[in-house]
């Protein structure tokens, strides 16, 4: 008898024809993409893109027109925030979420609170909450923030919010992870410390990265899609999406360009606008 081979491991997310309306106009139209455990896979396009929309679709606190959304095989189209949390999608924002009346290190105690996995009774254990503790620290040293764990978190700067928030993300030991614009704000310094971070996240963790920080998009995923008006204009390994003529242009600033308009954080930082493509991740900064 021959035994059957073993089956493909489902990828950790599956989207399938994603679309989001808001009234006329379509943010996401019709996405389909699959990553495997351990993905590094950078979602860029021009302002107005749809990658926020897209990473609110798969974090819950958006919800799809039509499409469906798949983690380990398992639909999670219909599944809130929280339980999404709970499964192992964390993600940090645009605009760093921390609760400023909080300290640093109680920012991150709280996150892996929120998004582990449900342990009934969990706080009556001192021995659990002094883990929690403990991993939270290691989170803030990752990060550089461990020195100022006992400060209230909004004595923060805007660079260490950012770094905070990654830690917040981090606290829940996630599968996937959602990114927007990490970079956008930070000190040379800091976006180091950044690319230190993120390479250095255990392989299972699979990463999406929205980001305009072309050098960050170059030095941190294996894989790239482009989108523009909400649909996917390119795809595949981040040395060839980026080496295409329509995207070296949009990051040239050619108003030609298939992807135009990339013209940088929305944030107003201006720290994603880079003049070139593909340099190495320290010699178009600043
Ligand atoms: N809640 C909403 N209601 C109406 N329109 C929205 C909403 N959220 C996003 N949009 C619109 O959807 C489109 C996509 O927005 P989105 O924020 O996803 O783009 P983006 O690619 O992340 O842009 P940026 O790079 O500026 O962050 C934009 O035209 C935006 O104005």
Not at 23 to 49: C, F, Q, Y
Not at 69 to 80: F, K, M, V
Not at 83 to 96: E, V, Y
Not at 133 to 157: I, N
Request: charged share 20%; with cysteine.
């Amino acid at each position: 008898m021959t035994s059957a081979p073993p089956a493909a491991a489902p990828p950790v997310l599956a989207l399938d024809g994603l679309t989001r309306r808001y009234g006329t106009l379509t943010a996401v139209d019709g996405v389909s993409l699959r990553l495997v455990p351990g993905a590094r896979h950078a979602v860029i396009g021009p302002n107005g893109a749809g990658k926020t929309t897209l990473l609110n679709l798969i974090a819950g606190t958006d919800r799809p027109d039509r499409g469906a959304i798949a983690l380990d095989g398992a639909d999670i189209t219909r599944r809130g925030t929280a339980a999404r949390s709970r499964l192992g999608i964390a993600r940090s924002f645009q605009q760093p979420s921390v609760v400023t009346e909080l300290s640093v290190l109680d920012n991150v105690v709280l996150a892996g609170w929120t998004h582990g996995p449900r342990q009934r009774g969990a706080w009556r254990r001192p021995s659990l909450h002094r883990s929690r503790q403990e991993t939270a620290v290691r989170h803030l040293e990752a990060v550089g923030l461990a020195d100022l764990a006992h400060r209230p978190a909004g004595a923060l700067s805007h660079g260490q919010r950012r770094m905070l928030d990654l830690a917040a993300a981090l606290a829940g030991d996630p599968r996937l992870l959602l990114l927007d614009e990490p970079a956008a704000g930070l000190t040379d310094a800091d976006i180091d410390r950044l690319l230190g971070i993120v390479g250095g996240l255990p392989p299972a963790v699979a990463v999406i990265l929205v980001e305009h920080h072309v050098e960050v998009v170059a030095h941190l995923a294996t894989d790239t899609t482009v989108l523009a008006s909400g649909q996917v204009v390119a795809t595949g390994p981040t040395r060839e999406v980026l080496a295409r003529p329509e995207v070296r242009a949009a990051y040239h600033g050619s108003a030609s360009a298939a992807v135009p308009g990339a013209s940088g954080p929305s944030d107003g930082s201006g720290a994603g606008h880079v003049p070139t493509v593909c340099p190495s991740p320290t010699d178009a900064r600043g």
